[in-house]
């Protein structure tokens, strides 16, 4: 019978072999699905909109940039890199995109009057109709005009109203200012007067009306064919930051995503921005007359649809007339952000009082939010609230929203607290999540009242609370003190499309108009919150920055800030290489184009490969109370960007892949060896037989190794065929592993096939020998006999728990190993399940093969069983002889499984060392009761 014939009879062996490559097969398969979700994950989310982020080297004087981790907030005012070097970056070969972008300025305005409308609608009056329509023929039809209603009394009645405005930054709440003003309101009336030319009809108020109102600089109340309108206090003042960019380069970088940009690739070149020469061009457009469509979509300004005309024209007469524009003066094109996310709300209440003054009823209050209806530099009356019960028929002449007053008082720029935020460095979290402080500045006065009002009446200072607010911003040095520039609305951008062009796991910063939000997640006291999104500050101060209200090109960036034309302002290039192919093909294209710019003496971040991570922020200093203690606002988290995110997270997982593969199969192999020396003192009769044949130890021990070298030629063969269908390296060294594990383990066999002297075990008179009386002590007694079985199979067992303590370990280790940042996340979630299921098959081979390893004496079981039960042993007695053979060896196996579990959780996973030491407990006692039920 030759070597294959007899490892074929030998179905221990055979069963062992095959056992062995299919473990191998799945284990292989298994992880390089996962191993491939792995790299799938890792480069779908790994190149953003740009793969290099340039900017100026830093001051060496300052912290350093906290490692790893890039600051969002790159477009901070501070440039350093010139145009020049811009288009030397354009130039070069790898480069398809170069997208500068800077902060501008700091922009302050008070916005528009509020007022109050009190539907007091008069009906359809031609005279009237006709001198406020422009031209439109469809609202001279009467038909179209319902009958005439108020929510007013015909006779005057006294009201109290009460103007109030609040602001939120998600965590406290403050007023900025309550005033309240009384007077008598009645229904309006048409006045039918003789004049030198005929007759003139005009509205007045019912006779004995006082009007209401509040201090300078608003104005009354008056009566019109709708409404009559009450003057409110001024809304409190807003502070917004600008940023310049290059419009064509920025579409390029964004796609699609961009367009809001295109009129701004239209704007003038910078000879022909006179400030004084566009506002009188629009001046003149009163005198020219406009059509209804010019109204509606804007007149044309330069291939323009300027839709907002009319505020920049207002805003423009304001200024003009109170001496801000000079020669010098320019206009600024501007794309407005929509809407916005700052927390102010201003509401009216309003009480009919009696002739003593005593309240007699309330009417109600009305409020109006700044919300998507506000537009910076430009307004479409976001505080024009409504008297309750009224209804808006000013609708009947069409739009009029292009003749809306827009701003009060023109933009004060500045570069005042404009900077982006400082942080200092702190400790690492487990996981690698960055622990960061914020530095506080000084205490920023906001919420102050202009001096003098549009008249040049002055204005009562007592009207607002003004507010302190914490500086976590510095100031920008500018050049030349620049003249009074004319903001001109060319479009509007909405920050939301930005920011899903951007993506989430990727989100490499922007710049000023894509901010990224704040989470308050710890108070001052340490405490766990709910995720609180913290709000930004009217002053812009604070560390929440909000969308920009503005983006402007670089002329306009030079007329807010003074700069020559060619200063050394740009903040930072965002870069995108012309290599194609995911992060891992383009990286050494990137790589050297990022060497190319680094020569140019600037600081070139490869960001390909980058992810969003969140940082810990701790806020000192944030408020102070009545008394000027100042206290702290908690911790705060931020997603910044986490550089070379994806080789540590391929990497890192790659590894637990790997480590997980090896652990499920050198625990495999390992178990094999134990059954397998346990399984050749069975052959030692066959050896004794052919020794006395004549065969020497040599060749007995050559013919046992014959038909271990079919089994590894099997397990040699299919780690060939698997490496080649895999073509991994990781599975060439498992295959080599398992075939040196198991030729070790068959040359331990076949020493254990040398000839031994054996002594019989059981005198007849020893009083050592204990009486078996019971399961426990019969099941002892059989152990203690078959001493090196038991052990081999205690081993084995103890083996098996180590393993399966390794695994879990490495499983909950994963979430830790992948890292803090969001492509963590997703890659982690990606090798969960090939993960699971590979800790899950190591666990059942391991446990398969202690269960074969306790059948290998399976013959001399069944035969003192039967002497037993011949004995009359009855069935229980004779389960728990089992139970009890099996309870002992799991005790003596115990604390190997559990201090290997521990020793392989403190090498592999420390940070769950201690889980792994409980898995391995639980594995050794789950595998008694498992053992007893399936060995019988």
């Given at each position: 019978?030759?070597?294959?014939?007899?490892?074929i009879r030998?179905?221990?062996?055979?069963l062992?072999?095959?056992?062995?490559i299919?473990?191998?097969c799945?284990?292989v398969?298994?992880?390089?699905?996962?191993?491939?979700?792995?790299?799938?994950?890792?480069?779908?989310n790994?190149?953003?909109?740009?793969?290099?982020?340039?900017?100026?080297?830093?001051?060496?004087?300052?912290?350093?940039?906290?490692?790893?981790?890039?600051?969002p907030?790159?477009?901070?005012?501070q440039?350093?890199?010139s145009?020049?070097?811009?288009?030397?970056?354009?130039?070069?070969?790898?480069?398809?995109?170069?997208?500068p972008?800077?902060?501008?300025?700091?922009?302050?305005?008070?916005?528009?009057a509020?007022?109050?409308?009190?539907?007091?609608?008069l009906?359809?009056n031609s005279?009237?109709?006709?001198?406020v329509?422009?031209?439109?023929?469809?609202?001279m039809?009467?038909g179209?005009?319902p009958?005439?209603?108020?929510?007013?009394?015909d006779?005057?009645?006294?009201?109290?109203?009460?103007?109030?405005?609040?602001?939120?930054?998600?965590?406290?709440?403050?007023?900025?200012?309550k005033?309240s003003?009384?007077?008598?309101?009645?229904?309006?009336?048409?006045?039918?007067?003789?004049?030198?030319?005929g007759?003139?009809?005009?509205?007045?108020?019912?006779?004995?009306?006082?009007?209401?109102?509040?201090?300078?600089?608003?104005?009354g109340s008056e009566?019109n064919?709708?409404?009559?309108t009450?003057a409110l206090?001024?809304?409190?003042?807003?502070?917004?930051?600008?940023?310049?960019?290059?419009?064509?380069?920025?579409?390029?970088l964004?796609?699609?995503?961009?367009?809001?940009?295109a009129?701004?690739?239209?704007?003038p070149?910078?000879?022909?921005?006179?400030?004084?020469?566009?506002?009188?061009?629009f001046?003149s457009?009163?005198?020219?007359?406009?059509?209804?469509?010019?109204?509606?979509?804007?007149?044309?300004?330069l291939?323009?649809?300027?839709?907002?005309?009319?505020?920049?024209?207002?805003?423009?007469?304001?200024?003009?007339?109170?001496?801000?524009?000079?020669?010098?003066?320019?206009?600024?094109?501007?794309?407005?952000?929509?809407?916005t996310?700052?927390?102010?709300?201003?509401s009216?209440?309003?009480?009919?009082?009696?002739?003593?003054?005593?309240?007699?009823?309330?009417?109600?209050?009305?409020?109006r939010?700044?919300?998507?209806?506000?537009?910076p530099?430009?307004?479409k009356?976001?505080?024009?609230?409504?008297?309750?019960?009224s209804?808006?028929?000013?609708?009947?002449l069409?739009?009029?929203?292009?003749f809306?007053?827009?701003?009060?008082?023109?933009?004060?720029?500045?570069?005042?607290?404009?900077?982006?935020?400082?942080?200092?460095?702190?400790?690492d979290a487990?996981?690698?999540?960055?622990?960061?402080?914020?530095?506080?500045?000084?205490?920023v006065?906001?919420?102050?009242?202009?001096e003098?009002?549009?008249?040049?009446?002055?204005?009562?200072?007592t009207?607002?609370?003004?507010?302190?607010?914490?500086?976590y911003?510095?100031?920008?040095?500018?050049?030349?003190?620049?003249?009074?520039?004319?903001?001109?609305?060319?479009?509007?951008?909405?920050?939301?499309?930005v920011?899903?062009?951007?993506?989430?796991?990727?989100?490499?910063?922007?710049?000023?108009?894509?901010?990224?939000?704040?989470?308050?997640?710890k108070?001052a006291?340490?405490?766990?919150?709910e995720?609180?999104?913290?709000?930004?500050?009217?002053s812009?101060?604070?560390?929440?920055?909000?969308?920009?209200?503005?983006?402007?090109?670089?002329?306009?960036?030079a007329a807010?800030?003074?700069?020559?034309?060619?200063?050394?302002?740009?903040?930072a290039?965002?870069?995108?290489?012309?290599?194609?192919?995911?992060?891992?093909?383009a990286?050494?294209e990137?790589?050297?184009?990022?060497?190319?710019?680094?020569?140019?003496g600037?600081e070139?971040?490869?960001?390909?490969?980058?992810?969003?991570?969140?940082?810990?922020?701790?806020?000192?200093?944030?408020?102070?109370?009545d008394?000027?203690?100042?206290s702290?606002?908690?911790?705060?988290?931020?997603?910044?960007?986490?550089q070379?995110?994806?080789?540590?997270v391929?990497?890192?997982?790659?590894s637990?892949?790997?480590?997980l593969?090896?652990?499920?199969?050198?625990?495999a192999?390992?178990?094999?060896?134990?059954?397998?020396?346990?399984?050749?003192r069975?052959r030692?009769?066959?050896?004794g037989?052919?020794?006395?044949?004549?065969?020497?130890?040599?060749?007995?021990?050559?013919?046992?190794?014959?038909?271990?070298?079919v089994?590894?030629?099997?397990?040699?063969?299919?780690?060939?065929i698997l490496?080649?269908?895999?073509?991994?390296?990781?599975?060439v060294?498992?295959?080599?592993?398992?075939?040196v594990?198991y030729?070790?383990?068959?040359?331990?066999?076949?020493?254990q096939?040398?000839?031994?002297?054996?002594?019989?075990?059981?005198?007849?008179?020893d009083e050592?020998l204990?009486?078996?009386?019971s399961?426990?002590?019969?099941?002892?007694?059989?152990?203690?006999?078959?001493?090196?079985?038991?052990?081999?199979?205690?081993?084995?067992?103890?083996?098996?728990?180590?393993?399966?303590?390794?695994?879990?370990?490495?499983?909950?280790?994963?979430?830790r190993?992948?890292g803090?940042?969001?492509?963590?996340?997703l890659?982690?979630?990606?090798?969960?399940?090939?993960?699971?299921?590979?800790?899950?098959?190591?666990?059942?081979?391991?446990l398969?093969?202690?269960?074969?390893?306790?059948?290998?004496?399976?013959?001399?079981?069944?035969e003192?069983l039967?002497t037993?039960?011949?004995?009359?042993?009855?069935?229980?007695?004779?389960g728990?002889?089992?139970?009890?053979?099996?309870?002992?060896?799991?005790?003596?196996?115990?604390?190997l499984?559990?201090l290997?579990?521990?020793?392989?959780?403190?090498?592999?996973a420390?940070?769950?060392?201690?889980?792994?030491?409980?898995a391995?407990?639980?594995?050794?006692?789950?595998?008694?009761?498992?053992?007893?039920?399936?060995v019988?």
């Open positions: 019978m030759n070597a294959v014939q007899r490892f030998s179905r221990v062996l055979l062992t072999a095959a056992i062995l299919v473990a191998m799945l284990s398969l298994v992880q390089s699905q996962s191993q491939a979700a792995l790299n799938r994950t890792v480069d779908e790994s190149r953003g909109l740009y793969d290099i982020l340039v900017q100026a080297k830093p001051d060496q004087t300052q912290d350093g940039e906290g490692g790893s981790l890039i600051q907030e790159i477009a901070n005012g440039g350093g890199i145009f020049e070097q811009l288009e030397k970056i354009r130039t070069m070969g790898q480069t398809a995109v170069a997208a972008i800077s902060l501008v300025s700091r922009v302050s305005q008070n916005l528009e509020p007022r109050l409308n009190a539907m007091d609608y009906g359809y005279g009237l109709a006709g001198a329509t422009a031209g439109d023929p469809s609202a039809d009467s179209k005009w009958a005439a209603e108020s929510v007013l009394s006779s005057p009645k006294k009201y109290r109203l009460t103007a109030s405005a609040t602001s939120s930054d998600g965590v406290n709440q403050q007023t900025l200012f005033t003003a009384e007077g008598t309101l009645g229904k309006g009336r048409l006045i039918q007067e003789q004049t030198a030319g007759s003139n009809v005009r509205i007045a108020g019912p006779e004995g009306e006082t009007g209401i109102k509040f201090p300078a600089p608003a104005l009566h064919l709708f409404n009559l009450v206090p001024l809304a409190p003042e807003v502070t917004e930051s600008v940023v310049a960019v290059d419009p064509a380069a920025e579409r390029a964004l796609g699609s995503a961009g367009d809001f940009l009129p701004l690739e239209k704007a070149p910078a000879d022909a921005r006179d400030a004084g020469a566009i506002g009188r061009h001046e457009l009163f005198t020219t007359g406009l059509s209804m469509e010019q109204l509606e979509e804007g007149p044309d300004f291939g323009v649809k300027l839709k907002h005309w009319a505020p920049l024209m207002t805003q423009y007469q304001q200024a003009k007339r109170d001496g801000l524009l000079t020669d010098d003066s320019q206009a600024i094109p501007l794309i407005v952000r929509s809407g996310s700052l927390d102010l709300q201003y009216v209440k309003i009480e009919e009082l009696d002739a003593s003054g005593k309240v007699v009823k309330d009417v109600g209050t009305v409020s939010s700044l919300d998507k209806d506000y537009l530099f430009v307004s009356s976001p505080f024009a609230l409504e008297w309750p019960g209804t808006d028929h000013s609708k009947l069409g739009s009029t929203a292009s809306s007053q827009g701003l009060y008082n023109p933009a004060t720029w500045s570069t005042a607290f404009a900077a982006a935020p400082q942080y200092q460095d702190g400790d487990a996981n690698g999540a960055s622990e960061k402080s914020a530095t506080p500045g000084d205490w006065t906001v919420n102050r009242l202009p003098k009002s549009s008249f040049g009446a002055p204005v009562d200072q009207q607002r609370k003004p507010v302190e607010e914490r500086s911003r510095e100031d920008l040095e500018t050049g030349k003190k620049p003249a009074t520039p004319l903001p001109m609305v060319y479009g509007t951008f909405d920050p939301a499309a920011k899903a062009a951007a993506g989430d796991v990727n989100k490499l910063p922007l710049g000023g108009y894509d901010p990224t939000p704040m989470t308050l997640s108070d006291e340490g405490k766990e919150v995720g609180t999104e913290l709000k930004p500050s009217l812009a101060t604070g560390l929440v920055s909000q969308s920009a209200g503005a983006i402007t090109d670089y002329y306009g960036l807010a800030r003074g700069y020559d034309s060619n200063a050394d302002v740009i903040d290039i965002r870069v995108k290489a012309s290599a194609a192919g995911n992060w891992k093909t990286q050494p990137v790589e050297k184009l990022a060497t190319q710019i680094r020569e140019l600037l070139a971040t490869v960001v390909a490969g980058s992810a969003r991570e969140d940082a810990n922020i701790f806020v000192p200093g944030y408020s102070k109370d008394a000027g203690k100042e702290p606002l908690g911790t705060v988290q931020q997603s910044w960007v986490r070379d995110a994806a080789d540590a391929s990497g890192s997982l790659t637990t892949n790997i480590t593969l090896f652990l499920t199969l050198l625990g192999t390992l178990l094999t060896g134990a059954s397998t020396v346990s399984y050749i069975q030692r009769s066959e050896a037989i052919l020794r006395a044949m004549g065969w020497t130890q040599k060749r007995i021990r050559s013919w046992v190794l014959e038909e271990f070298a089994g590894a030629a099997a397990l040699a063969a299919a780690g060939v490496s080649l269908l895999s073509w991994n390296i990781a599975t060294i498992v295959s080599v592993t398992m075939l594990i030729s070790g383990a068959a040359l331990l066999a076949a020493q096939l040398r000839h031994r002297v054996v002594i019989d075990q059981e005198p007849q008179h050592r204990v009486t078996v009386d399961p426990l002590t019969f099941a002892n007694r059989q152990l203690t006999t078959n001493r090196f079985n038991s052990i081999s199979l205690a081993v084995a067992v103890g083996v098996f728990g180590a393993a399966v303590g390794a695994l879990i370990a490495l499983l909950i280790d994963i979430p190993a992948a803090a940042s969001a492509l963590s996340g890659a982690a979630a990606s090798i969960a399940l090939p993960s699971v299921i590979l800790a899950v098959f190591g666990v059942v081979v391991g398969l093969l202690t269960l074969v390893t306790g059948r290998f004496e399976l013959h001399a079981k069944r003192y039967g037993l039960k011949a004995m009359g042993w009855n069935p229980d007695m004779l728990q002889v089992r139970f009890f053979e099996n309870a002992l060896v799991g005790t003596v196996a115990l604390p499984g559990v290997g579990a521990l020793g392989l959780g403190l090498i592999l420390p940070y769950a060392a201690l889980w792994a030491g409980l391995g407990l639980l594995a050794v006692i789950c595998w008694i009761p498992i053992a007893t039920k399936v019988k």
